[in-house]
């Protein structure tokens, strides 16, 4: 451990002398350099982007304002281009390795604000076919022999607390279900994709400090149709695949550390020094993720990076928590403020949303940004405020800097989602009930195609016949429909169907259940408590209102590149429902202890008097004289004459 | 590399004058073990058992601070009392009324939580019997030169402490798993701490050498509680913990406190009940073990005078060929819902099954064969 943060050390050290020395050539070179801090970012191979030249990085770049007053700032700070061929000479020994960082606020029309983290470590490495990979700079090397040693081919996985209220504030960037959930394609030269599975669930569990190894068959199942791969790769053989919830899992900062150590800054600089604990659990909904893919190297995609993304999303009621009033800073969010970028990022930037606030009628940034930025996210155009950490002019003479929102109105619409799902448990008592799934489709005019996925633990006996799939009162056929029925105590159920949700509908899936005794040791320490059933998953490709884009190799900001996309007039999402607690019956645990008790009562009360009668002879006793007789006796004894 | 670090560890424990340079030795080799271990348990489940798992927190916090890194620290919390949704701080746990002192920190690492935390996880983590599949930080990887610390707090009776309220373990179970322990030789000295009501019952069956063990109370006696605090609404720490956690505080990696202080710890007048220790099997002599020897760590320095040469060039694979090759299949991206591949894609191929007129065919011919062999005439022979 010493020697490794001694390496690391010297590392920087030999980096920060190296930037001394570019810094020392550049100063020769170009006079007009505002300031050197930043030219830290040396390391990164991808140079600085100079804000003139925003337009080659966005994707959907269509207006780009820059202001006038602000231009002669933007363009002092562009880096000199020296950089750029010392550094990629180092890099060449090397598969190339990059990582960005975001952070995207989108204030919600409920008050509440929606923060996401996004970190991605490109790598232009190669962990297929057996290919041990020895030398880790930025990519961790804990995921990467993880990925090695059990030939996985994507990894997915999430913990999260709270459930995502899709009707107050919208679709998230990426949709996560309460509790943890992973999943895993496995590369085809697997032979035993069940034994690597359990196995990799143990390792993750000791990583993430996570109770992931509670995942076995009793959870996992293989969808046929929902879980598609998000990196590239022509082999989409469902065997490969294995998915798993765990809808009890806690989540707290012991999975929060190792989760931040998978970093290349850690916490110590850039956007995750802004990750405490206390502020980050403080929150309406906390999630974050890790998703390991492999993706298109160049523009051609003749080569494959793999890809790691970690993504933090918080949602914090500010407007409780703050005495109902709607402002907000960084420092109230996250009880810190930023004071650099990550010294190895090749981008480091914030995105507020101000797609609401076009003309700043309803809230005011300060420090107001001259960078503006719109990109396609989930079939709509939104506009963003963008703040360059990498440009040292963002952080300005206090060499700090702390966003502020102050709320001008509270009016205002929210766009509202085109699709949503919930799901509740109906009936009464112990023995049966009813599951009802709610899918709402909220366009005007279109339908549109999704697929359900439900998964429920084999105590849950599914009563199949009784599945009903009913929109505007009729009965809507599913075109495809896939069930594996649970065996006890080995597999759960199953069930994926394709349904068209007709335009402005509901459609209601509803199947009846029963439930089943569990053995006496198979109930939890808390049985009271109830089971919990997973989210269903809601996969859905929904019509767009713009027009999507489908180069998928193009850079986009990272919020808005997770799923590929195939076609310009829809994008996929993906919608959890809530998890179900059910009540099972219970016995009483302490009924042994009772019978015992009683057994023991009825042997000591009924065989020992049967024991006692059998046991006894019996005498006949002469009753005893009565008193006056007895003194008559006396009487006669001192007279002696001989006794009555 | 290593150097610089070894120097500063010896420079940290010797004095400038070299005059006590012996007997500072003396006192540096004077403990057996290379590596230090802590296993640090809650056994409680439930809200209003707050206090056990801030006991083991503080434990654990103390153990860190002295030097066990979290590697080494096998933790094992029964319930989430941090981000319990009746904490009105989440992420925090406090030991101290008024929310002084935040033991759960900023980079906790639980290694067994939930339901987990059951007897036979506790018992394969000590015997070191567990699935090969278990990853590194769940596993206690202790040696012959290991000290481990073990703390377990919860509630118990005379002879048994229970788990999670649905099981318990008794005193002899965990005299044997230590007496397998040291037949494993999985450890070199061991120093046990429990802070449980009539926890001088769980040690009182140990007959393994080399082990130490102190209580809270005596049989018959109730640990109790302190620190209760209203905006929390629970009490925050056993006594016999809170005035363990603050001798603890005290202690630096150079302290030269022993296991006589130890024993001082929280006397009836602050604790109630009556702390006992137990030392009979332990062989050297408790004024002689220091603190540190079971709360800190120690690091292994190997000093050598040779020179060694860093700067041989690592030999590069040649991946190039390999490489070359993969590239010339052109990847792309999956469609994430292929509404009409999932529509039309084919039935899953049945188990082959004779046609039904075969087998109509078949039971036909047996019939007709039948009759033609025996004629109606026999039915009444065969019915």
């Known amino acids: ?644 | 590399m290593k150097l610089p670090v070894l120097l500063l560890i010896f420079a940290t424990h010797l004095p400038p004058g070299t005059a006590h340079i012996g007997q500072h030795v003396g006192n540096f080799f004077s403990s057996q073990h290379t590596n230090n271990w802590a296993v640090l348990v809650c056994t409680s489940r439930f809200w209003f058992n707050y206090r056990h798992v801030a006991n083991t927190l503080s434990v654990y916090r103390s153990v860190k601070r002295l030097g066990i890194p979290d590697s080494h620290i096998v933790l094992m919390l029964a319930d989430d009392m941090a981000c319990n949704h009746r904490n009105p701080k989440p992420a925090t746990v406090f030991s101290h009324k008024n929310m002084e002192l935040n033991v759960y920190g900023d980079d906790v690492e639980v290694d067994y939580r939930g339901y987990e935390v059951t007897v036979e996880n506790f018992l394969r983590v000590l015997t070191g019997r567990l699935p090969p599949s278990t990853p590194r930080s769940k596993r206690l990887l202790s040696d012959d030169r290991s000290n481990i610390l073990i703390y377990l707090t919860g509630h118990g009776g005379n002879g048994f402490l229970k788990f999670q309220d649905s099981e318990e373990i008794s005193n002899v179970e965990l005299a044997d798993a230590f007496e397998q322990m040291w037949q494993k030789r999985r450890y070199n000295e061991l120093l046990f701490i429990i802070d449980t009501c009539q926890g001088a019952s769980m040690y009182e069956r140990f007959y393994s050498p080399n082990l130490m063990a102190l209580a809270s109370s005596q049989i018959g006696e109730d640990s109790l509680s302190h620190q209760p605090d209203l905006a929390i609404g629970v009490h925050l720490m056993d006594r016999y913990t809170f005035y363990l956690l603050e001798f603890l505080e005290d202690i630096h990696p150079a302290s030269k406190t022993n296991m006589n202080d130890l024993f001082r710890v929280c006397p009836k007048s602050q604790c109630v009940s009556t702390p006992g220790h137990r030392t009979d099997l332990f062989l050297r002599d408790p004024g002689s073990v220091l603190i540190t020897d079971f709360f800190g760590s120690v690091r292994k320095v190997e000093i050598t005078t040779d020179a060694i040469d860093l700067t041989e060039p690592a030999r590069r694979r040649d991946e190039t060929a390999v490489s070359e090759e993969r590239e010339t299949e052109q990847l792309s991206y999956v469609d994430q819902l292929p509404v009409s591949e999932i529509i039309h894609q084919k039935p899953k191929q049945k188990d082959w099954h004779p046609p039904d007129g075969f087998i109509l065919g078949l039971w036909t011919l047996i019939l007709l064969v039948f009759f033609r062999a025996y004629g109606v005439k026999h039915l009444k022979h065969i019915f």
Request: charged share 20%; glycine share 6%; hydrophobic share 35%.
């Open chain 1, 1 to 644: 451990m010493a020697a490794r943060r001694h390496s690391s050390e010297s590392l920087i050290v030999i980096l920060f002398s190296l930037s001394l020395f570019i810094v020392i050539n550049a100063q020769e070179t170009t006079q007009t350099l505002g300031n050197p801090d930043i030219l830290v970012d040396a390391k990164a191979e991808v140079p600085e982007t100079p804000p003139e030249q925003e337009k080659q990085w966005e994707p959907t770049e269509v207006t780009e304002t820059t202001r006038v007053e602000d231009a002669p700032v933007a363009a002092e700070s562009a880096p000199p281009a020296g950089t750029t061929d010392s550094t990629a000479g180092a890099q060449r020994t090397h598969g190339k390795e990059d990582f960005q960082e975001e952070l995207v606020i989108r204030p919600l029309h409920s008050g509440d604000i929606y923060a996401s983290f996004q970190f991605r470590t490109l790598w232009e490495t190669d962990f297929m076919k057996g290919n041990k990979v020895s030398h880790y700079r930025l990519f961790p090397k804990s995921l990467g022999q993880v990925i090695s040693k059990f030939s996985v081919r994507e990894l997915h996985i999430s913990f999260t607390q709270g459930y995502w209220r899709t009707m107050q504030w919208g679709q998230p960037f990426l949709p996560a279900p309460p509790g943890a959930e992973l999943w895993v394609w496995f590369q085809d030269t697997v032979t035993d994709v069940d034994g690597t599975w359990k196995e990799l669930t143990n390792v993750l569990s000791g990583i993430f400090c996570a109770s992931l190894n509670f995942i076995d068959s009793t959870n996992t199942v293989q969808p046929s149709a929902s879980f598609k791969p998000l990196g590239i790769g022509n082999v989409t053989d469902h065997r490969f695949l294995r998915y798993a919830t765990l809808p009890r899992e806690i989540v707290c900062t012991e999975n929060l550390t190792p989760w931040k150590k998978l970093l290349p800054c850690g916490s110590k600089a850039g956007l995750a020094v802004l990750m405490k604990s206390e502020k980050l659990f403080h929150s309406s909904f906390h999630s974050e993720a890790v998703h390991i893919r492999p993706v298109c190297g160049d523009p051609q995609c003749k080569s494959t990076s793999w890809e790691l993304r970690q993504t933090l999303d918080v949602v914090f009621d500010l407007h409780t928590s703050g005495q109902g009033k709607r402002e907000w800073s960084l420092f109230k969010m996250f009880s810190r403020t930023l004071t650099d970028a990550c010294p190895l990022a090749s981008s480091s930037k914030i995105y507020i949303d101000v797609t609401d606030n076009p003309e700043g009628e309803h809230f005011d940034l300060t420090p107001a940004t001259p960078l503006l930025s719109q990109a396609t996210v989930l079939g709509d155009r939104r506009t963003f405020s963008v703040y360059d950490l990498t440009q040292a002019s963002t952080f300005g003479t206090m060499r700090t800097f702390n966003l502020q929102i102050k709320w001008k109105s509270t009016k205002g619409d929210m766009l509202r989602p085109l699709l949503h799902a919930e799901r509740y448990v109906a009936g009464y008592g112990l023995q049966t009930g009813e599951i009802h799934t709610l899918m709402y489709n909220q366009h005007p005019y279109r339908s549109f195609p999704v697929l359900l996925l439900d998964s429920v633990p084999w105590y849950l006996r599914l009563y199949v016949h009784t599945l009903t799939v009913t929109s505007k009162g009729k009965d809507n056929k599913p075109s495809y429909i896939h069930y594996q029925p649970s065996k006890d105590r080995v597999r759960p159920h199953l069930l994926e169907m394709l349904v068209q949700l007709p335009p402005n509908s509901v459609t209601e899936v509803t199947v009846q259940f029963e439930r089943a005794l569990l053995k006496w040791t198979e109930y939890t320490p808390d049985p009271n408590h109830g089971f919990y059933v997973g989210s269903s998953v809601v996969s859905s490709l929904v019509p767009s209102i713009v027009a999507m884009d489908t180069n998928n190799t193009r850079d986009q900001p990272l919020f808005s590149s997770f799923f590929p996309t195939k076609e310009e007039s829809s994008y996929f999402i993906r919608v959890y429902t809530e998890p179900l607690l059910v009540n099972l019956p219970t016995p009483d645990f302490s009924m042994p202890y009772n019978v015992i008790c009683l057994t023991c009562t009825v042997v000591a009360v009924g065989y020992g008097s049967l024991y006692n009668l059998l046991t006894r002879n019996f005498q006949i006793e002469e009753p005893s004289p009565g008193l006056a007789k007895r003194i008559a006796n006396v009487i006669r004894k001192m007279r002696g004459v001989p006794p009555l």
